[in-house]
């Protein structure tokens, strides 16, 4: 899924360190406004300390979110989680593509050349 909108708010990150493996992790959550007649917010987030490095976003950018929609169960309650798996910067309603560093050819935030199955 894709949504196009400006960064209303970055909320504050958190991190803590896994019970099976002890791995350290880091989470930012955005909050997202779509640019309509009745505009929609989203919030939407970013795990892993490379990728939120690699997404650049502050608060007032306009961007277009790739995402993965997930729920999960706590407590008889369900939660959505909304992952961003992509984060183009938009200017002038066309995509700017990310800084590209020379070292790395594949970006580890963006999709993979794999082939995709799915029929749409």
């Known amino acids: ?8 708010q970055v909320l504050e990150p958190r991190s803590g360190v896994s019970k099976g493996s ?9 909050v997202l406004e779509t640019q309509e007649n ?3 917010r989203m919030m ?13 976003i502050k608060a007032g950018d306009d961007v277009t979110v790739s995402f993965d929609i997930n729920c999960r169960e706590f407590n008889g309650r369900w939660y959505n989680d909304i992952r961003a798996w992509r984060v183009d910067h938009v200017q002038g309603g066309a995509p700017v593509p990310p800084a590209s560093d020379e ?3 594949v970006s580890p935030f963006s999709p993979s050349d794999e082939k995709d199955d799915l029929p749409f």
């Open 22 to 30: 002890g791995n350290s992790w880091k989470v930012q959550e955005y």
């Open 44 to 56: 939407f987030s970013i795990f892993g300390e490379d990728k939120i490095q690699q997404a650049a």
């Open 1 to 8: 899924m894709e949504l196009t909108g400006k960064i209303i």
């Open 103 to 105: 070292s790395s050819a």
């Open 38 to 40: 009745y505009p929609h």
